[in-house]
């Protein structure tokens, strides 16, 4: 994965020097918008709030979480593979600080509200503060996504996945600019990854149907 997505910054790289243009896939692809940002789960209005997750045993935690990527992946139950993604989300979430928290309140604000120069700042502090804290390079990933900085999304997504590997968010990420950048067989696979960690994932479903129906050459 390291070497993959070095290739990959390497060659967008040359993009940004003009030797080649990104391809265009069409809308299916681009980059999302404010309106499509999705806090997972949303923050605490009243500003210093934060999302509470009960502080357990790092052994019993590590234990309650491989439980719910279980339920999530392997659950017929729509209810219970939902509630286990919430609750996934919600221990991404925790940074362990107050002030993360509170910063990271702000950034969703700011991204909600298109200021994403505002929320690149508050979530450089963010990374500094807690390098530690896989959802604060997730979000950077995905303002740096949404400027269609591809190069620095990769790098933050390699630090998401390196902290959180079954984070699904991060992957489709990565799916989305593989595909991109036309490298669709490492696409196929990125999406089927993440879709294996949620099943319940509705875009990578769509995403591999297009992949294999492009494949076999036929119209997506």
Same mark, same amino acid.
């Given at each position: 994965m390291r070497i993959f997505l070095f290739a990959l910054v390497y060659s967008l790289s040359i993009v940004a020097s003009g030797a080649q243009p990104v391809p265009d896939l069409g809308p299916e692809v681009a980059p999302p918008s404010a309106e499509d940002f999705n806090p997972m789960p949303d923050a605490p209005a009243e500003e210093g709030g934060k999302v509470v997750v009960e502080e357990t045993d790092p052994e019993d935690e590590q234990s309650r979480l491989d439980k719910l990527y279980a339920d999530l992946a392997q659950s017929d139950d729509p209810a219970l593979a939902e509630k286990a993604a919430r609750e996934i989300q919600m221990s991404w979430m925790d940074s362990g600080s107050d002030t993360v928290d509170i910063l990271m309140s702000r950034a969703g604000k700011a991204i909600q509200s298109e200021d994403q120069a505002l929320a690149l700042d508050l979530l450089d502090v963010i990374v500094v503060l807690r390098p530690s804290y896989a959802e604060g390079w997730n979000r950077r990933a995905t303002v740096h996504y949404m400027r269609e900085d591809f190069g620095k999304s990769l790098v #933050?997504?390699? @630090?998401?996945? !390196?902290?959180?590997? @079954?984070?699904?968010? !991060?992957?489709?990420?990565? !799916?989305?600019?593989?595909? @991109?950048?036309?490298?669709? #067989? #490492?696409a196929l696979a990125t999406f089927k990854r993440a879709l294996e960690i949620n099943p319940g994932l509705e875009n990578a479903t769509k995403a591999i149907e297009d992949l294999e129906k492009e494949a076999e050459g036929s119209p997506a």
């Open positions: #933050d997504i390699e @630090r998401t996945l !390196a902290l959180e590997p @079954r984070h699904w968010g !991060a992957l489709s990420g990565l !799916a989305i600019i593989q595909r @991109r950048l036309g490298f669709k #067989d #490492d």
